[in-house]
């Protein structure tokens, strides 16, 4: 049995990412190999520190848990097909440290990071071997913005 771990905090961007496993996949079962075990792991967003100072750490995990839940209702039915399976999990730990442990745990399996990067926010590594990113997304806009501005001064 293949396994396939995924990384995700959206669920189009994790299906495109995971579709060319799926069809993979797929056709190992018709060729008669067992399914796939996919191992879900929903990286839940940050929460800035205004909201979170708010918040007990107890209604945080609350959020946590009902965020990934309606993540996983709409991606699960879709990877449940035939013999595969699908385990399903909230990411706490760093996620170097939880991809050590999770292959630890299964064995050996194959690491997708299917996590879509929102502006202004830099990605975590979730293996050793990824590297952190480091470049911040507002640079190219920021420069953008100011030459219009720059542009619309001097035709003053």
């Not at 965020?67 to 709409?74: G, K, P």
């Not at 630890?104 to 979730?126: K, M």
């Not at 293996?127 to 953008?144: F, I, L, M, N």
Request: glycine share 6%; net charge neutral; with cysteine.
């Amino acid at each position: 049995m293949e396994k396939i771990m995924v990384y995700e905090n959206d669920v189009s961007h994790a299906l495109q990412q995971i579709a060319p496993m799926r069809r993979h996949a797929a056709a190992a079962a018709l060729a008669g190999c067992a399914g796939t075990h996919w191992i879900l792991v929903a990286s839940a967003p940050r929460m800035s520190r205004h909201v979170s100072k708010w918040l007990t750490h107890s209604a945080r995990s609350s959020w946590r848990a009902r965020w990934s839940e309606r993540l996983f209702e709409d991606i699960v039915p879709i990877l449940r097909t035939g013999q595969d399976q699908v385990l399903t999990l909230l990411a706490h730990d760093p996620l170097v440290e939880m991809t050590d442990k999770l292959l630890a745990q299964h064995g050996p399996a194959r690491v997708l990071d299917a996590r879509l990067a929102l502006p202004g926010q830099d990605l975590q590594a979730i293996t050793r071997d990824q590297p952190e990113s480091t470049g911040s997304r507002w640079a190219v806009p920021g420069a953008v913005v100011g030459m219009g501005t720059l542009m619309a001064l001097a035709t003053d």
